[in-house]
């Protein structure tokens, strides 16, 4: 069975993407995010506040090998640091994966996560500037790994509709 993995930098739209892609194709969607707050029933804030980021890597790490070895056919919109830890980029590029990395300019995220950071532990007690400099930093530290999605469509300046048929011709 195939899955669908959206992967890409915090604010590329994973998650909104995910959701709409879904809607027009009646492919069932899943939040990486969303299934690791429900299986510990803590909020993604509240699991660094409490055990830290190495823990909840490893919850990352494990739900997504969870998430790939169901069979069923899905929608999967990763956390923006899953392809970047415990080999998960490798995971990427298995046969039953269309994996697609959502490609976003520092501009384009710095724009949206601007006024969309208090739920991203990464980044919520950042600065305006500290968080130009810090995005700018970790997209280069990152993208060796968000590179290894067989697929990559550019998200600046597009509307989620147009995101959402990039992908739909990927898929066809
Ligand atoms: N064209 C667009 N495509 C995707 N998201 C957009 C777009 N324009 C604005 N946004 C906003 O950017 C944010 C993207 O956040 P989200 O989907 O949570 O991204 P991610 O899951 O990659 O962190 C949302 O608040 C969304 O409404
Ligand atoms: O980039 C990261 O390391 C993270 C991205 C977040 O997901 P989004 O990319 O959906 O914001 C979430 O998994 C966590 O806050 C860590
Ligand atoms: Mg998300």
């Known amino acids: 069975m195939k899955k669908i993995v959206l992967l890409g930098y915090m604010g590329c739209g994973k998650s909104t ?10 492919i069932p969607f899943l939040d990486l ?8 029933n803590l909020s993604i804030n509240e699991i ?8 909840f890597r490893k919850l990352e790490h494990e ?6 070895q169901s069979s069923d056919n899905n929608i999967i919109g990763l956390g923006g640091g899953t392809p970047c830890y415990a080999n998960n980029h490798e995971l990427l ?5 269309v994996s697609v990395y959502l490609k976003a300019s520092i501009d384009t995220l710095y724009n949206r996560l601007v006024h969309n950071k208090s739920k991203r532990p990464l980044i919520a007690n950042m600065n305006e500037e ?3 400099e810090f995005i700018a930093k970790h997209l280069f530290d990152r993208s060796f ?5 067989k697929h ?6 597009k509307s989620v509709e147009e995101t959402v048929q990039d992908i739909l011709g990927i898929l066809t």
């Not at 993407?17 to 009646?26: E, G, R, V």
């Not at 590029?93 to 994966?97: F, T």
Request: hydrophobic share 35%.
């Open 33 to 40: 995010d969303k299934c690791i707050e429900e299986r510990v």
């Open 48 to 55: 660094f506040e409490k055990h830290g980021e190495v823990y």
């Open 152 to 157: 990559k469509v550019s998200v600046d300046d």
């Open 145 to 149: 790994y968000y590179n290894q999605a």
């Open 130 to 132: 500290e968080m130009k």
């Open 17 to 26: 993407i995910a959701q709409n892609l879904s809607k027009i194709t009646n």
């Open 63 to 68: 739900m997504f090998v969870e998430l790939l």
């Open 93 to 97: 590029k298995g046969d039953d994966v």
